[in-house]
């Protein structure tokens, strides 16, 4: 029954992420608000999609922030 709630919960919020993150692969979207939620409830706070989004937002900001920038013909 948990992991039901969890994936009503994580879709929306990966479709949401997925509009905003273009160039992240949706699977690496997935995963990562996957990841977030198990994380959440591992330390007993309360998953909403609020705070789901918030947090997957933030780890997907630094995937795309760190990549290389793409390099120039020479």
Do not use: K, W, Y
Request: with cysteine.
């Amino acid at each position: 029954m948990l992991a039901l709630a969890t994936r009503f919960l994580r879709e929306p919020v990966s479709l949401r992420l997925a509009e905003e993150f273009l160039t992240v692969p949706v699977d690496t979207i997935d995963r990562c608000v996957a990841d977030v939620c198990a994380c959440a409830q591992h330390l007993g706070i309360s998953a909403t999609p609020e705070i789901v989004e918030r947090i997957a937002r933030e780890h997907l900001l630094a995937i795309v922030n760190s990549a290389p920038p793409p390099r120039s013909p020479r």
